[in-house]
Every structure is written in C-alpha cells, then in structure tokens.
C-alpha cells in the first residue's frame, strides 16, 4: 500500500515569487492536514481538509492556502515568499470523519524541502 | 487550548541502557496523546497514540508511554536503546474534535553511544 506522497522533494524559490506543493493521501484516506517545520517555530499546523472542505485552519496569513481535489489530493500555494518561509512543509493523511482516534491514524509524507533566496 | 512541553531537548544514552523522553502537556479537555519519530530528512512516523483506552501505550520498536492524568504527563520510555533509535521525537496533543491539529512539543533529539 503506497503511503503519503509529496511532491517536489525539494524546491528552491526566489523571494516574491508564489509556489504550489502537493499531496497525494493513502488510497482511500479523505482527510489530509498541512505542517509546517522549521527550526525556530518547530511543527505548526497550516489546515486541514475533508472532502475538498476546509475544516481546520491554523494562525498563518492568507499568503497561506489549499484545496482539495474530488480524489482526496491536497495542494498548498504560498504566494509572495518570504526568506521565512524557508522550511519543510509535510502534509498528513487520516481515513475517517474523525481525522484521529482509537482506529485511526494520521500518516506522514516525507515533507517538500522549500527554500526561499 | 492546548501545548506540549518536551523537557530536554537533547537526551543521550549508551547503547542497551533505558531511554526515557519526557513530555507534559495541558488540555482544556481530555486529549489524545501521540508520540512521534522524526529521522532525519523524512517525514514523522506514529511510535505509539493514548485515545483514552489503556493508560500504558505500547507502540513499535519496544517503545511505550503511560499516560498519567493527575501529572500530566505522557514520558516515553524504552528499557534497552538501540543505536537505530537515534532521532528526534515529537510529542503531540490532540483535542478529539480539532479536525487536523495536532500541536507539537518541540522535539527531543536522541543520540545513542556504542
């Protein structure tokens, strides 16, 4: 069963410019959530989507968005990059309604690298 | 609202002695607890999750936690470590209904001697 997979690995952006990542959850997962790491600030939680609704969203500025597609796939566009935003950004994937619980599970992708010069 | 506090963020251990990783959290309702392994330049994967069940968490690689309420605390523990076991751990709280959000500590590197 492939896991969660995210595209590009790594990416390198100049300030001002605008990038979009993506997500592809577990076959079957309808919940994919967004994370942003970085050395200083640690994990943060961007949002969270459900069949294509947003049902969660953390304290970053609208810089920040996403959508989900009909087949659960999950897209995150920064536009006008900052040196900031420099960090690894992965996205979680989860089967149920409830996103986490006694059955069920979040699931990590390996993360897109994003550097910003 | 809730926050993790990961006390220490460098532990360092010999080969085969116990590995102990420590983690506080505050909840204004009862949470679920996780604890995460992060190697480096890859994502997280689940060691083990409290859901309110059983208040000894047993997870892979011999790793186990005990949730105790009236401290707080959620400590991860191993009896013998491993040089595999060298990487960072996330603890993380969960409120059941917060769709999405798991809010972090901010990370304990693990290092282990020969």
């Known amino acids: 069963k492939a896991g969660v997979t995210q595209t590009p690995r790594y990416l390198i952006k100049t300030r001002g410019q605008q990038v979009t990542l993506s997500c592809s959850p577990i076959s079957g997962h309808r919940s994919v959530s967004w994370y942003q790491q970085t050395p200083g600030q640690g994990l943060q939680f961007l949002f969270e989507y459900f069949s294509e609704t947003q049902r969660n969203k953390g304290n970053f500025p609208g810089r920040f968005s996403g959508r989900q597609f009909s087949n659960s796939r999950s897209e995150m566009n920064v536009s006008t990059l900052e040196l900031g935003d420099s960090a690894l950004y992965l996205c979680?994937?989860?089967?149920?309604?409830?996103?986490?619980?006694?059955?069920?599970?979040?699931?990590f992708g390996q993360g897109t690298r994003l550097t910003v010069v | 609202a809730q926050s993790v506090t990961q006390l220490g963020s460098h532990v360092s251990v010999s080969e085969g002695a116990l590995v102990l990783l420590r983690c506080n959290y505050s909840?204004?309702?009862?949470?679920?607890l996780f604890w995460y392994v992060q190697y480096p330049n890859q994502g997280l994967q689940l060691l083990l999750k409290?859901?309110?069940?059983?208040?000894l968490v047993k997870g892979i690689n011999g790793f186990e936690a005990e949730f105790k309420k009236s401290e707080t605390s959620f400590h991860l523990t191993k009896p013998s470590a491993h040089m595999s076991d060298a990487a960072e751990y996330f603890c993380a709280v969960s409120p059941p209904t917060s769709y999405g959000k798991l809010t972090f500590g901010q990370g304990t590197i693990l290092t282990v001697h020969p």
């Open positions: 979680a994937s989860s089967l149920g309604s409830s996103w986490v619980g006694l059955n069920t599970e979040a699931f």
């Open positions: 409290y859901t309110s069940a059983a208040t």
């Open positions: 909840s204004s309702v009862p949470p679920y």
